[in-house]
């Protein structure tokens, strides 16, 4: 019989505060120049690039091995604000193994998860503190911070789901969420390139 390289099991911590994971071995930050392209209006993004502000970053709970079986987790926070009308938000991505399927639960905050099969039918789930989400496999999916303080959220995936980002840079979203008279709004997204 193989022997199994066995994991040690352990524990780490989510600051409630904050989102933060302490220990984490791998933080990710992204300023709107990692993200450009991303906003429906590019005159708007263009003039926020010069104050490059971070709109969101992730915190990697552990360095899974990318295989069959593993789990990842991460926590997400977005800070609030907006390039034009348009809020914060993720880069945005399938998975690079379409099949796999993902939880998300909330923590701090409220947020739009905006999910989005590849021939383009929508779905929106409002989250906030408490609200777990289920991404089912082959779902695009961001998540948009349309509050005031940061949205924040854990996710679990299995640990070989990858990203697929090419697609959404190329294609983008059918649907944008945009602030009008002070509420998030359902829009489409006039840059959206059907597949
Ligand atoms: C991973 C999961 C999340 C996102 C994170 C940042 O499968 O969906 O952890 O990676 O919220 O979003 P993005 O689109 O920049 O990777
Ligand atoms: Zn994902």
Redesign the pocket.
Known sequence: MDMIDYITPFTSTVDLQTGIIGDAPLIVT?RLSDVRGLYADAQAEAALVSDNPLT?E?YYGYNSPEVEGQLGY?T?IIRPGEVGDEYFM????Y?AKADRA?VYYGLIGEGYLLLQTPEGKINIQEMRAGVVAYVPPHWG???INVGSENFVFL?V?PAD?G?DYKTIAEHGFASIIVEREGRPTVAPNPRYQVK
């Open positions: 992204r969101y992730v991460c997400t993720t880069k945005g991505h998975h993902e999916h961001r998540t996710s995936f789901a990203y």
